[in-house]
């Protein structure tokens, strides 16, 4: 019997990373091992991936030389960046550089980085359409992610470029659910005006991620773009209207509204959802539901979402 190949999942305590953990261990087939990277191995998170029969290892995304020992004997690796832990674009440049080095001096034989569009190709920093962030970016939070596919390209590595959406999990832990207005009214606050948004559970993505590593070579050197669906802003709010049992009324502010939030992070969010409208038909149609579909038979409706998770989203 051939020895089973390792998959090392960076961000393996996170919402991509432990999508995909879980995804490996559940999945019948017992295609591959997890490797789950974590900075703190004694983690609660990381007890818990242990106990369902990952490999847990120490690695630091900037710590170049824990990143090599993490990847050493892997088969395949998840690559990701998270820019809402410290806000900062040059930081996640650095790390998804690191780890494009070390998957290349590891010899790995697939790798999945889970990027963004650069939005500067589509509104370039002198288009005054929306405000330039931090200097040298639009939607910072996307454009280093995207600006750093040429890492992966440059060296010559197996990758599969996967283009995820908005999470519908951001209605639990980002602040993005509905909430009371002035009249009681739940309302359900998006500037995407009559605009369709691509979303998708979190765990979908872990599992469209396996289905990737599953097909192996025949998506390596492509990009993928994956959805659950794309909704309107009154659909996903006519959506929880019927899981909640109560109306949620969807509030179609202006993104310049939405920059003016004042939360950290507001300006890039505003700029990313104008982005998303902008530009919503290359948008929606780089993000395929038929697509995700057959890499992961068990994908979401919102609407089944909802129905399994309505009682952990806030309504205040």
């Known amino acids: 019997m051939a020895e089973k190949k390792i998959i090392a999942v960076v961000g393996a305590t996170g919402a991509q990373g432990g999508g995909l953990v879980r995804a490996i261990l559940s999945d019948p087939d017992k295609t591959f091992i997890a490797r789950a990277l974590t900075r703190d191995v004694s983690s609660d998170k990381a007890k818990t991936l242990a106990k369902l029969g990952a ?3 120490s690695a630091d995304l900037d710590d170049a030389d824990s990143l090599k020992r993490a990847f050493s004997g892997a088969y395949g690796v998840f690559c990701l960046t998270n820019f809402w832990e410290h806000f900062s674009p040059e930081k996640e440049y650095a790390q998804a550089k690191s780890q494009a080095e070390a998957a290349k001096a590891m010899e790995v034989q697939h790798v999945i980085w889970s990027t963004l569009e650069d939005t500067r190709k589509w509104v370039p920093l002198s288009d005054n359409r929306m405000p330039t962030l931090m200097g040298r970016y ?3 939070h996307f454009d280093a992610k995207g600006e750093a596919d040429r890492e992966f390209s440059k060296l010559g590595l197996p990758v599969t470029f996967l283009l995820t959406s908005f999470y519908w999990d951001n209605l639990i832990f980002f602040g993005m659910g509905p909430k009371k207005g002035p009249d009681g009214t739940l309302l359900f606050t998006m500037p995407m005006g009559d605009k369709k948004l691509p979303g998708i559970a979190v765990e979908d993505i872990g599992k469209c991620a396996l289905g990737i590593f599953k097909k192996g070579k ?24 019927k899981a909640f049992g109560q109306t949620v ?14 939360f950290q992070g507001a300006e890039d969010l505003g700029n990313m959802f104008q982005f998303k409208c902008d530009f919503n038909e290359m948008f929606c149609s780089s993000r395929n539901p038929a697509v995700t579909k057959s890499l992961n038979p068990e994908l979401q409706t919102f609407e089944v979402w909802l129905a399994r998770n309505k009682s952990r989203i806030p309504l205040t």
């Open 218 to 241: 025949e998506y390596i050197g492509k990009t993928v773009g994956i959805a659950g669906q794309h909704l309107t802003g009154l659909e996903m709010a006519a959506a929880m209207t």
């Open 249 to 262: 009324r969807y509030n179609a502010v202006t993104p310049e509204q939405y920059r003016g939030f004042g």
């Open 55 to 57: 490999e847990v290892v």
């Open 138 to 140: 639009k939607v910072p």
